[in-house]
């Protein structure tokens, strides 16, 4: 049974940062690209971050982009977004998910329909 478990929200103040972990277990982790997406309340979700199964690339929406870093250690099952420089709008339940694709090694990720599997979600507040 695969599960993903996220861990790191919290509250913070604008201009803050955190660091949200994701640890797998059940998925032969290093042959699948690693995501991370939020909702926000009201909202569909959204795609925030995704990077390769080997690490050597990484996409970005447009909104974080500078300020949010994804990366992978494979020898833990683990995937990180590290977020700086917070805002008030990036208030949302972020959600850790596995790319249904194995060794995929293209730039497609936007879409939550991709990933097979998900974790629970781990709250994220940006206060002003």
């Known amino acids: 049974q695969v599960q993903l478990v996220e861990s790191g929200g919290g509250l913070v103040q604008a201009g803050g940062s955190l660091n949200l972990s994701c640890v797998a277990s059940?998925?032969?982790?290093?042959?699948?690209?690693m995501g991370w997406f939020r909702q926000a309340p009201g909202r569909e979700r959204e795609f925030v971050a995704a990077i390769h199964w080997n690490g050597r690339s990484a996409y970005y929406t447009a909104s974080p982009k500078g300020r949010f870093t994804i990366s992978r250690d494979n020898a833990k099952n683990t995937v990180h977004l590290q977020m700086n420089s917070l805002k008030p709008e990036d208030t949302a339940v972020y959600y850790c998910?596995?790319?249904?694709?194995?060794?995929?090694?293209?730039?497609?990720?936007?879409?939550?329909?991709?990933?097979?599997?998900w974790g629970q979600g781990t709250q994220v507040t940006v206060s002003s």
């Open positions: 998910a596995a790319d249904s694709r194995a060794y995929y090694s293209g730039g497609d990720y936007s879409s939550p329909s991709t990933f097979k599997h």
């Open positions: 059940g998925l032969a982790f290093s042959m699948y690209g």
